[in-house]
């Protein structure tokens, strides 16, 4: 090359680096100028635009770089390279300095490079159980930034897993948080291997004024309902689904709601779903409720023991093997020892409960895990009734039982599985003995059994960023027999010989995020039930939408349709009073009620995730809906007194909640007005139904003053009319409508007889006062508690009275003697942990 050549070429380098200095010193000089913007779902174009207008940068690209797509960025007072950092994140564009001007380019990988999944398992650092809903997020740092910007993000399913996808190679700040945990910030390096990682969070204390209080969620407020039923939206607590470990549970509840049907100290977590049902739920027109049990520590034995005057409890878990655990809980109810005087009644009622529940778990591998959880439960309720020539003796026993063998494992590290082999039994035993003067005694016997075994596998492929798809299959094979009495149903009876339905179902669901603001959740749910007495197919929808508006203001929205295939019963009789209930299948006669749901609400975190404020409305409507006429002419079966109408339900809930601190509690008021229409009752005019509860106020409260005490309160109170949150009791029982009603004087101001066709249940009031205190004997630490209950919540408020009558249904009426919310008696229970 020639010195000429040399020195041409050394000018023109050098009046190229002169002219990409002066273009980098024109945008320095622009990063004085700074902007706050927000985009939300904005063209990509527009927003490279604005920003040229408004720093007064060249920006120069390729017009099918940017085609079709959109934007969604905010930044608060930032300078052009914060700025377009910002609107270019995921939009997989590169920009340099050229001339004066900010030339975008597509982002290419270079030759033999490839993407990772970075996926694994939050776990308990204690108990090495998946931490659910865990906020799992990668940081790019960038300057002196400590902490960095969020490059991808992601929440772990209910058992702890998470998978990124697309992930390009390198180093960044892993930050992972969960309300009741520390948070964990870490740097990591992602290579292109795809490996799975098992990674520990520390449960978190939080400090005030010298108290520790754990973050943890407490079983206290989460249970109480359970053993008395949960009313989601107007819906009797039956209809409701209720699942512990996945295995289905018919009828979990006690009578009077004096103990919690699942030990709290075993319970890893508690899920109520009121709205926006999942497609992998079905089979109820009600709410869930999704309990799950711990698997049991690896650190050694250990356990607690619980004895008390309405019950006794024991839990024992820890390690059998190096890779195996388990844990085991067993309760003991007997109330009725303590408090027979306390019944209005001459004859006080015997009640009786127990509950075994178990888990063995064995960790095939880090990424696999094979468990067996099992149930029992039992209850038995007697009670007599003296009338003037005859005596009524009455006994119901109800109980569940359940297993479920389940594999849970990662297949990729894209791709989440779970199966499940699972068996369910509920049988209820109902006995009534009429001794009458002068006559031969008459017995009066029902007896009901259904029997489940469902084949279950559920699988979540995480698509990319913006797609996780969940599917699975669910097939089960019903068994049910027995008999209902008319002395116990006051309409007709029942029979069940030969029902053995098949019902499959397949469900589907896309978690697609739009935008980085706009999250929605789209499935649909396919059924099939099929069995001699008739066979149906359904199709439902499921729908949510969840925006953030800003970091502490999320609008929600859903909208589910479910078809209810197996019914329960909940109409007339006994079983409209006291927890024991029958199930009956769908039939030619008795068709499968559906039920549509939309809920739009608004929710507002603020004081650092403290408080929670939320507001939500919801309309339900119920087609073919269940009723049973009574007539006086006895009928075949209850089939034949069958009625198919509509339900409407609409309302609304307020909810605050203090999540964190020495004071936590929640604050509830709903409203609901609801309203069923049959074309052969009431001259087809429609008509409250008989769980209708315009009012509910729930209240909860835990105060830790030390760290050695605990303080809790629970009120619940509900009613039909706000006249009667009136401590005196059921103001509308004295009413004149109420006796119009019911064609006959009350009893007294407290006690409403009821008709068979009509009125609404009465609310109730339910008053649970705590005190517990923890100190070492010996040792070992142990804890005192007092609990102070109201009436509603130790005895049977439901008399029974004896009638003269020809018609073996009409023998008998209950009437309710509602306790006041006060006064409120004594229950005390010492225990141990160990």
Same mark, same amino acid.
């Given at each position: 090359?020639?010195?000429?050549?040399?020195?041409?070429?050394?000018?023109?380098?050098?009046?190229?680096?002169?002219?990409?200095?002066?273009?980098?010193? %024109?945008?320095?000089?622009?990063?004085?100028?700074?902007? =706050?913007?927000?985009?939300?779902?904005?063209?990509?174009?527009?927003?490279?635009?604005?920003?040229?207008?408004?720093?007064?940068?060249?920006?120069?690209?390729?017009?099918?770089?940017?085609?079709?797509?959109?934007?969604?960025?905010?930044?608060?007072?930032?300078?052009?390279?914060?700025?377009?950092?910002?609107?270019?994140?995921?939009?997989?564009?590169?920009?340099?300095?050229?001339?004066?001007?900010?030339?975008?380019?597509?982002?290419?990988?270079?030759?033999?490079?490839?993407?990772?999944?970075?996926?694994?398992?939050?776990?308990?650092?204690?108990? &090495?159980?998946?931490?659910?809903?865990?906020?799992?997020?990668?940081?790019?740092?960038?300057?002196?930034?400590?902490?960095?910007?969020?490059?991808?993000?992601?929440?772990?399913?209910?058992?702890?897993?998470?998978?990124?996808?697309?992930?390009?190679?390198?180093?960044?700040?892993?930050?992972?948080?969960?309300?009741?945990?520390?948070?964990?910030?870490?740097?990591?390096?992602?290579?292109?291997?795809?490996?799975?990682?098992?990674?520990?969070?520390?449960?978190?204390?939080?400090?005030?004024?010298?108290?520790?209080?754990?973050?943890?969620?407490?079983?206290? =407020?989460?249970?109480?309902?359970?053993?008395?039923?949960?009313?989601?939206?107007?819906?009797?607590?039956?209809?409701?689904?209720?699942?512990?470990?996945?295995?289905?549970?018919?009828?979990?509840?006690?009578?009077?709601?004096?103990?919690?049907?699942?030990?709290?100290?075993?319970?890893?977590?508690?899920?109520?779903?009121?709205?926006?049902?999942?497609?992998?739920?079905?089979?109820?027109?009600?709410?869930?409720?999704?309990?799950?049990?711990?698997?049991?520590?690896?650190?050694?034995?250990?356990?607690?023991? !619980?004895?008390?005057?309405?019950?006794?409890?024991?839990?024992? #878990?820890?390690?059998?093997?190096?890779?195996?655990?388990?844990?085991?809980?067993?309760?003991?109810?007997?109330?009725?020892?303590?408090?027979?005087?306390?019944?209005?009644?001459?004859?006080?009622?015997?009640?009786?409960?127990?509950?075994?529940?178990?888990?063995?778990?064995?960790?095939?591998?880090?990424?696999?895990?094979?468990?067996?959880?099992?149930?029992?439960?039992?209850?038995?309720?007697?009670?007599?009734?003296?009338?003037?020539?005859?005596?009524?003796?009455?006994?119901?026993?109800?109980?569940?039982?359940?297993?479920?063998?389940?594999?849970?494992?990662?297949?990729?590290? %894209?791709?989440?599985?779970?199966?499940?082999?699972?068996? !369910?039994?509920?049988?209820?035993?109902?006995?009534?003995?009429?001794?009458?003067?002068?006559?031969?005694?008459?017995?009066?016997?029902?007896?009901?059994?259904?029997?489940?075994?469902?084949?279950?596998?559920?699988?979540?492929?995480?698509?990319?960023?913006?797609?996780?798809?969940?599917?699975?299959?669910?097939?089960?094979?019903?068994?049910?027999?027995?008999?209902?009495?008319?002395?116990? =149903?006051?309409?007709?009876?029942?029979?069940?010989?030969?029902?053995?339905?098949?019902?499959?179902?397949?469900?589907?669901?896309?978690?697609?995020? @739009?935008?980085?603001?706009?999250?929605?959740?789209? &499935?649909?749910?396919?059924?099939?039930?099929?069995?001699?007495?008739?066979?149906?197919?359904?199709?439902?929808?499921?729908?949510?939408?969840?925006? #953030? @508006?800003?970091?502490?203001?999320?609008?929600?929205?859903?909208?589910?349709?479910?078809?209810?295939?197996?019914?329960?019963?909940?109409?007339?009789?006994?079983?409209?009073?006291?927890?024991?209930?029958?199930?009956?299948?769908?039939?030619?006669?008795?068709?499968?009620?559906?039920?549509?749901?939309?809920?739009?609400?608004?929710?507002?975190?603020?004081?650092?995730?403290?408080?929670?404020?939320?507001? #939500?409305?919801?309309?339900?409507?119920?087609?073919?809906?269940?009723?049973?006429?009574?007539?006086?002419?006895?009928?075949?079966?209850?089939?034949?007194?069958?009625?198919?109408?509509?339900?409407?339900?609409?309302?609304?809930?307020?909810?605050?909640?203090?999540?964190?601190?020495?004071?936590?509690?929640?604050?509830?008021?709903?409203?609901?007005?609801?309203?069923?229409?049959?074309?052969?009752?009431?001259?087809?005019?429609?008509?409250?139904?008989?769980?209708?509860?315009?009012?509910?106020?729930?209240? !909860?409260?835990?105060?830790?003053?030390?760290?050695?005490? !605990?303080?809790?309160?629970?009120?619940?109170?509900?009613?039909?009319?706000?006249? @009667?949150?009136?401590?005196?009791?059921?103001? #509308?029982?004295?009413?004149?409508? %109420?006796?119009?009603?019911?064609?006959?004087?009350?009893?007294?101001?407290?006690?409403?007889?009821?008709?068979?066709?009509? &009125?609404?249940?009465?609310?109730?009031?339910?008053?649970?006062?705590?005190?517990?205190?923890?100190?070492?004997?010996?040792?070992?630490?142990?804890?005192?508690?007092?609990?102070?209950?109201?009436?509603?919540?130790?005895?049977?408020?439901?008399?029974?009275?004896?009638?003269?009558?020809?018609?073996?249904?009409?023998?008998?009426?209950?009437?309710?003697?509602?306790?006041?919310?006060?006064?409120?008696?004594?229950?005390?229970?010492?225990?141990?942990?160990?």
């Amino acid at each position: 090359m020639t010195f000429a050549a040399i020195r041409m070429t050394a000018r023109c380098t050098v009046c190229g680096v002169l002219v990409v200095l002066v273009g980098s010193a %024109a945008i320095a000089q622009e990063q004085a100028s700074r902007h =706050s913007f927000r985009f939300r779902d904005t063209e990509l174009r527009s927003a490279l635009d604005s920003l040229m207008r408004w720093y007064g940068i060249q920006m120069v690209y390729l017009e099918h770089d940017v085609a079709g797509k959109r934007t969604s960025a905010e930044c608060a007072d930032c300078r052009f390279v914060d700025a377009l950092d910002t609107i270019l994140e995921e939009e997989g564009l590169l920009w340099k300095v050229v001339g004066g001007q900010v030339i975008l380019q597509r982002s290419v990988l270079e030759a033999g490079s490839a993407t990772a999944t970075f996926a694994g398992t939050i776990r308990d650092s204690l108990t &090495g159980e998946g931490v659910a809903a865990a906020s799992v997020l990668l940081l790019v740092q960038e300057g002196q930034d400590p902490s960095g910007k969020v490059y991808r993000w992601c929440s772990t399913n209910p058992y702890g897993f998470f998978s990124l996808r697309n992930i390009r190679p390198g180093e960044y700040v892993l930050r992972v948080q969960r309300l009741g945990y520390q948070k964990l910030m870490q740097r990591i390096r992602i290579d292109s291997d795809s490996t799975v990682h098992n990674i520990a969070m520390v449960e978190q204390g939080f400090i005030h004024t010298g108290v520790t209080v754990e973050g943890q969620r407490s079983a206290f =407020s989460a249970l109480t309902s359970i053993s008395r039923g949960l009313y989601i939206r107007a819906t009797p607590s039956d209809h409701n689904q209720y699942l512990l470990e996945g295995a289905r549970i018919y009828n979990p509840l006690h009578f009077g709601g004096v103990m919690s049907t699942f030990n709290g100290d075993a319970l890893r977590d508690v899920q109520s779903i009121a709205g926006g049902v999942p497609p992998y739920y079905g089979g109820r027109i009600g709410g869930i409720l999704d309990v799950s049990l711990r698997d049991g520590t690896e650190q050694g034995m250990a356990g607690s023991a !619980t004895v008390g005057s309405l019950g006794s409890s024991l839990l024992l #878990e820890g390690p059998v093997l190096s890779t195996t655990t388990f844990v085991v809980s067993g309760r003991r109810g007997y109330p009725d020892l303590l408090f027979p005087g306390i019944a209005s009644n001459e004859t006080p009622s015997d009640q009786r409960s127990v509950e075994l529940m178990g888990k063995l778990t064995h960790r095939l591998s880090d990424d696999q895990r094979l468990s067996l959880s099992a149930f029992f439960g039992r209850d038995v309720y007697n009670a007599r009734a003296a009338g003037v020539s005859n005596t009524l003796s009455n006994s119901l026993r109800w109980g569940n039982a359940a297993a479920n063998l389940r594999w849970i494992g990662v297949a990729s590290p %894209a791709l989440f599985f779970n199966a499940s082999a699972i068996y !369910t039994r509920y049988s209820v035993d109902i006995l009534h003995r009429l001794d009458a003067l002068g006559r031969l005694t008459e017995s009066f016997p029902s007896n009901y059994l259904i029997e489940d075994v469902a084949l279950r596998a559920h699988a979540e492929y995480f698509y990319d960023q913006y797609h996780t798809v969940l599917g699975g299959v669910e097939l089960v094979r019903h068994r049910m027999d027995g008999r209902i009495n008319e002395f116990s =149903s006051q309409i007709a009876p029942m029979m069940f010989a030969g029902f053995s339905p098949w019902e499959l179902s397949v469900y589907f669901q896309d978690q697609w995020r @739009l935008v980085p603001s706009v999250q929605t959740e789209i &499935g649909v749910r396919a059924t099939s039930f099929v069995a001699e007495q008739g066979s149906f197919s359904a199709v439902d929808p499921r729908f949510s939408l969840l925006i #953030e @508006l800003r970091d502490d203001l999320r609008l929600f929205s859903s909208f589910s349709s479910v078809t209810q295939f197996v019914h329960p019963y909940r109409n007339s009789g006994i079983f409209l009073f006291y927890p024991s209930l029958f199930l009956y299948p769908s039939t030619d006669q008795i068709k499968p009620s559906t039920s549509l749901q939309v809920s739009v609400g608004l929710e507002h975190v603020f004081k650092e995730d403290r408080y929670r404020l939320a507001f #939500e409305s919801y309309f339900r409507m119920t087609h073919k809906l269940h009723e049973f006429l009574y007539d006086s002419v006895m009928v075949g079966s209850l089939s034949e007194a069958l009625l198919l109408g509509e339900g409407e339900i609409y309302g609304a809930e307020l909810t605050l909640e203090k999540r964190l601190g020495s004071v936590v509690g929640t604050i509830r008021y709903g409203y609901s007005w609801a309203s069923n229409r049959f074309a052969e009752l009431n001259g087809g005019a429609s008509f409250h139904p008989r769980f209708d509860r315009r009012h509910e106020l729930y209240a !909860t409260l835990s105060y830790v003053p030390s760290e050695n005490l !605990t303080l809790s309160a629970i009120a619940l109170l509900s009613a039909n009319r706000l006249s @009667l949150f009136e401590p005196n009791g059921l103001a #509308e029982a004295k009413s004149a409508d %109420a006796s119009a009603l019911f064609g006959e004087a009350m009893r007294s101001q407290y006690a409403e007889p009821y008709d068979l066709n009509g &009125g609404r249940l009465p609310g109730f009031q339910r008053l649970e006062l705590r005190a517990e205190r923890t100190f070492t004997s010996w040792g070992v630490p142990s804890f005192v508690s007092l609990r102070l209950l109201n009436g509603y919540s130790l005895v049977d408020p439901f008399v029974w009275d004896m009638r003269e009558n020809p018609d073996t249904r009409l023998r008998w009426r209950v009437t309710l003697d509602a306790p006041p919310l006060f006064p409120l008696y004594p229950v005390v229970s010492v225990g141990l942990r160990f």
